[in-house]
């Protein structure tokens, strides 16, 4: 059935809810401190792929090697995504989505030095610049946090693209390993701040939400369509990810930009859509 569906399509609806769970985790932030949505996200996808994958019973037929990747990419995905919701609690969602693309133009420029990528990020540093620049006297705080989560989504996907070509645990499975991991390393870091939230029914059922709209469905997603499309394919349609931050943000959180955050976002953007990675 996954291959008569459009690759396209799995892309699509990623870029939805890449952006699209953390608007909820927004609303949900009046109710849970920023870093206790942030562990109800990574626990309850763990619980999710804990329950779907059991990637337990490959963990063993791993090499030392291979294990201390799936640690070290847990480990990268639970302070990212503490870094990412506690920036977007201080900034709006369009912001620190197009910073998260900043070191992902970067890294095509220093793997495949030309032209084109030097002036992609050329685009995407002046389209981060125009989000960032009137808000570092005002929230330098929340800007330190974007380029954080920015840096680690960078490491991210360094260390995931290694986790796919795992053997014997590559994958959603490797996928589902990190995330387990992951769980770990946020509860040590955040349990605390999510403690409220377990004796809050409404609470516990949107964090649930949360993790599922946003590290399973868009993951899963983009396994799906990252095994079917070409890479220069795929880093094209990343393009659509800022703006697409951009919509939701609007829709769901009424966080209308302006005229020069509108015109940051389409540098980045740009930026993003003309660069090239490394074959």
């Given at each position: 059935m ?24 927004v ?22 792929f804990a ?13 030392r ?13 639970a ?16 912001t ?15 793997g ?26 005002g ?5 330190a946090?974007a ?10 996907i360094?260390?995931g ?6 053997r014997?645990?590559?994958g ?6 990190s ?9 040590a870091?955040?349990?605390?701040a999510?403690?409220?939230a377990?004796l ?39 393009a ?9 943000g ?10 020069a955050?509108a ?6 953007v740009?930026?993003?859509?003309l ?5």
């Amino acid at each position: 059935m996954s291959s008569r569906i459009p690759a396209q399509a799995y892309f699509v609806v990623s870029a939805v809810f890449h952006y699209l769970g953390p608007a909820f985790a927004v609303l949900l932030f009046t109710r849970v401190d920023a870093l206790g949505v942030a562990w109800l996200r990574i626990a309850s996808a763990a619980a999710v792929f804990a329950l779907w994958r059991r990637p337990w019973r490959r963990f063993g037929e791993l090499d030392r090697a291979g294990r201390r990747l799936l640690l070290a990419w847990g480990a990268v995905l639970a302070v990212m995504n503490a870094c990412f919701y506690l920036a977007i609690d201080r900034l709006p969602l369009a912001t620190v989505a197009a910073i998260e693309f900043l070191p992902v133009v970067a890294l095509a420029a220093y793997g495949v030095r030309s032209a084109r990528n030097a002036a992609a990020l050329v685009l995407a540093t002046g389209g981060v610049y125009l989000l960032t620049g009137a808000r570092f006297a005002g929230a330098p705080l929340a800007v330190a946090l974007a380029f954080a989560n920015a840096g680690l989504f960078a490491l991210y996907i360094v260390l995931g693209h290694r986790v796919s070509r795992l053997r014997g645990m590559g994958g959603i499975d490797g996928l589902a390993g990190s995330m387990l991991v992951a769980a770990v390393v946020a509860t040590a870091m955040a349990g605390w701040a999510a403690a409220p939230a377990l004796l809050d029914p409404v609470a516990l059922v949107a964090g649930a939400g949360v993790g599922i709209a946003s590290s399973v469905i868009p993951y899963v997603c983009d396994q799906l369509a990252m095994a079917r499309l070409a890479r220069a394919t795929y880093a094209l349609l990343v393009a659509l990810l800022p703006a697409t931050a951009t919509v939701v943000g609007v829709v769901v959180l009424a966080q209308l930009p302006t005229l020069a955050e509108a015109a940051g976002v389409g540098l980045v953007v740009t930026g993003v859509a003309l660069h090239r990675g490394a074959a």
